[in-house]
C-alpha cells in the first residue's frame, strides 16, 4: 500500500526497499530502511510524510547523518533523505526583528594540547545592512555558507566546517565559537508527527545549549528563515575557509562529538581546567586512543569523537558511550550528556524506534 502512495510521488528507481543506511551516515553504520525515498523538492518532503502519516507508517527525515546513530537493524519506517537546497532572498529589513536570550556557548579554554580552538576568528557584524533569506531545511551548511557569500550575504561563516544540513542545524541549536544558529533564525515551516505544515517564530523552538524543542515534539523542518548580514564577504570567506580547515583535523568517520560540553557551574565545581567533555574522557577516564569495542574505538585525536576504524557496528559505540557515562558518573560524579541522536531499535540497549 505505502510503495504505490510514493509511486504517486516519486518514480519507482526513486523509491528503495531494504536500503542500507551506513552510506547515509558520516560514521558509516546503519542498517537498512524498510522503505527510503530522496526529496529533492518541499514538496516531495511534505507529500512523503503525509503518505507515511495517512498511513499509520513510521517515518524519519534524515539529513547529512553527522549525528545520528542508526542500529544496525536499521529502521522499520520510511526513511525520507532530505535533499532540498533551495535559496531565496526575501527582504532587506532596517533592523533585527527579535532581540534574542543569550546562550552560554561553553567555550573551551585555550589549551596547547587541543587542535583547535576558535580563537582569532570572531569579530562583530552588527552594524552590517540586514537581509532576510530562506533556506531549504536539506541544504547542507558548508553549501549554504559559499552560496550567500557569492550573493554577498555573510553570517553563517562561523558554522564552517560543520557536517550538517540546515534542518539539522536548527534540530541541535548547532553553534561553532561565540555563535549559534539561534541567533540568526526567524521561524521555520514545520511539519509534525500528524502531517499538518505549519510555521512558527523563533519564540516557539526554546533554543538552548545543542537543544531546540523539537527534540521533546519531533517536528521536522521543511523551510526556515534568516536574517542575516549584507557585510564584508572577503572577510567572511576567510573566515569561513580557516574554521573548516580546523574542523577538517577532527575524525572524520564519526558522528561528531559525542557529549556536549560542561557548564561552567560544573567546571568551576569540580576545579577542571576546561569546560572540554573530551578533557574528561582523557585526562581523568584516561579513555582516548584505547576505549574500543570491535572496530570503534574513543578517537585518538580527540576523546569525544568516537570512530568508526572500518566495519563497527552500532551497537559497539553506544556501548562505549554507555562505559563513559557510567565510569563519568562513578569517578567524578557528573553525567555526561550525548549530542548524538539514536534512530531504530537498540535491543541490548532498551532504546526504542524513534519514529
Request: proline share 5%.
Amino acid at each position: 500500500m505505502l510503495y504505490q502512495k510514493l509511486q504517486k510521488i516519486f518514480p519507482p528507481q526513486r523509491i528503495l526497499r531494504n536500503q542500507p543506511l551506513a552510506v547515509y551516515s558520516t560514521i558509516g553504520i546503519g542498517g537498512p530502511a524498510e522503505y527510503l525515498v530522496e526529496a529533492k523538492t518541499t514538496p516531495e518532503l511534505t507529500a512523503s510524510v503525509r503518505v507515511a502519516t495517512e498511513n499509520n507508517f513510521p517515518w524519519y527525515i534524515l539529513g547529512n547523518g553527522s549525528n545520528t546513530l542508526i542500529s544496525d537493524e536499521g529502521f522499520s519506517g520510511l526513511v525520507i533523505v532530505n535533499k532540498c537546497e533551495q535559496v531565496s532572498i526575501l527582504k532587506d529589513l532596517p533592523k533585527p526583528i527579535y532581540t534574542r536570550y543569550a546562550i552560554n556557548a561553553r567555550l573551551q579554554q585555550p589549551n596547547p594540547e587541543e587542535f583547535f580552538t576558535f580563537s582569532g576568528l570572531d569579530y562583530d557584524e552588527n552594524d552590517q545592512p540586514v537581509v532576510c533569506i530562506q533556506l531549504d531545511s536539506g541544504l547542507k551548511l558548508q553549501a549554504a555558507i559559499y552560496k550567500l557569500i557569492s550573493k554577498g550575504i555573510t553570517g553563517l561563516q562561523w558554522f564552517s566546517g560543520i557536517p550538517g544540513t540546515i534542518g539539522g542545524a536548527i534540530f541541535m541549536n548547532a553553534h561553532g565559537g561565540t555563535k549559534f544558529i539561534s541567533d540568526y533564525f526567524l521561524s521555520a515551516v514545520i511539519i509534525g508527527k500528524d502531517g499538518k505544515v505549519r510555521e512558527e517564530p523563533w519564540s516557539y523552538f526554546k533554543f538552548g545549549y545543542d537543544f531546540s524543542q523539537l527534540h521533546y515534539t519531533r517536528e521536522a523542518i521543511i523551510t526556515a528563515t534568516f536574517e542575516l548580514k549584507r557585510g564584508d564577504t572577503s572577510k567572511a570567506g576567510n573566515v569561513a575557509k580557516e574554521w573548516a580547515r580546523r574542523k577538517s583535523l577532527q575524525p572524520q568517520r564519526s558522528l561528531g562529538s559525542t557529549f556536549q560540553n560542561l557548564t561552567y557551574e560544573t567546571r568551576d565545581k569540580l576545579n577542571l581546567p576546561t569546560t572540554s567533555a573530551g578533557y574528561i574522557i582523557d585526562k581523568i577516564l584516561n579513555l582516548k586512543g584505547i576505549k574500543k569495542k570491535g572496530n570503534a574505538i574513543v578517537s585518538d585525536k580527540s576523546a569525544n569523537f568516537i570512530e568508526n576504524l572500518g566495519g563497527a557496528k552500532a551497537i559497539d559505540v553506544y556501548e562505549i558511550i554507555q562505559e563513559i557515562k557510567s565510569e563519568a558518573k562513578n569517578k567524578i560524579g557528573i553525567d555526561l550528556i550525548e549530542e548524538i541522536q539514536y534512530l531504530g531499535n537498540f535491543n541490548k540497549s532498551g532504546i526504542k524506534p524513534r519514529n
